[in-house]
T-cell receptor, first 115, second 113 residues
Framework: GESVGLHLPTLSVQEGDNSIINCAYS??????FIWYKQESGKGPQFIID?????DKRQGQRVTVLLNKTVKHLSLQIAATQPGDSAVYFC??????????????FGKGTHLIIQP | EAQVTQNPRYLITVTGKKLTVTCSQN?????MSWYRQDPGLGLRQIYY???????DKGDVPEGYKVSRKEKRNFPLILESPSPNQTSLYFC????????????FGDGTRLSIL
């Protein structure tokens, strides 16, 4: 099946700077995309989602951008803080309608915040 | 507090000894799912359930069973565990499917010797 991937396995940024984590997907039929954050010893935590009828969505300090033309998804974190250190996963929902099909996850990007 | 609870959190056992990992959610979610997480492979779906008495295979179902007799519970059963099932397992739930945010438990680390 088609899969979701990430461009960089590790991203190191200075505290206070903005972070951008990228994700490429290959299934043009996917219509729902999610970003999760996973801290050590914990399960993935939902951050933000976006549907294919949108190209941008903002949350608190986070923005997700969707470029369907090049099948690219990004997560922007503004003014990164030490608590943002974690592994970030993008995921896509294959299929449509009730979303019965499985969720496909990328391999993850480890975000490291330098003091 | 809305949560997905898995038990046990850690288990070391031996090949062939049947085990069950329980998962319970208190959000009245219809959709529940099991994933395993392995280094370099990310999260892969094992089984999912759209509602009570409805279960389906995910990407890596071999060696696993599930049941959904009640809405809140979705146990993962390993009838005859093998070392290649050593992994970190996550249960998740969502209101009605994968096109909505899934809530994850904190994981169960299984070691099969």
């Amino acid at each position: 099946g088609e899969s979701v991937g990430l461009h960089l396995p590790t991203l190191s940024v200075q505290e206070g700077d903005n972070s951008i984590i990228n994700c490429a997907y290959s299934n043009s039929a996917s219509d729902y995309f999610i970003w999760y954050k996973q801290e050590s010893g914990k399960g993935p935590q939902f951050i933000i989602d976006i549907r294919s009828n949108m190209d941008k969505r903002q949350g608190q300090r986070v923005t997700v951008l969707l470029n369907k033309t090049v099948k690219h998804l990004s997560l922007q974190i503004a003014a990164t803080q030490p608590g943002d250190s974690a592994v970030y996963f993008c995921a896509e929902a294959q299929g449509s309608g009730g979303g019965a099909d499985g969720l496909t996850f990328g391999k993850g990007t480890h975000l490291i915040i330098q003091p | 507090e809305a949560q997905v609870t898995q038990n046990p959190r850690y288990l070391i056992t031996v090949t062939g000894k049947k085990l069950t990992v329980t998962c319970s959610q208190n959000m009245n979610h219809e959709y529940m799912s099991w994933y395993r997480q392995d280094p370099g492979l990310g999260l892969r779906q094992i089984y999912y359930s759209m509602n009570v008495e409805v279960t389906d295979k995910g990407d890596v179902p071999e060696g696993y069973k599930v049941s959904r007799k009640e809405k809140r519970n979705f146990p993962l059963i390993l009838e005859s565990p093998s070392p290649n099932q050593t992994s970190l397992y996550f249960c998740a739930s969502s209101l009605s499917g994968t096109n909505q945010p899934q809530h994850f438990g904190d994981g169960t680390r299984l070691s099969i010797l």
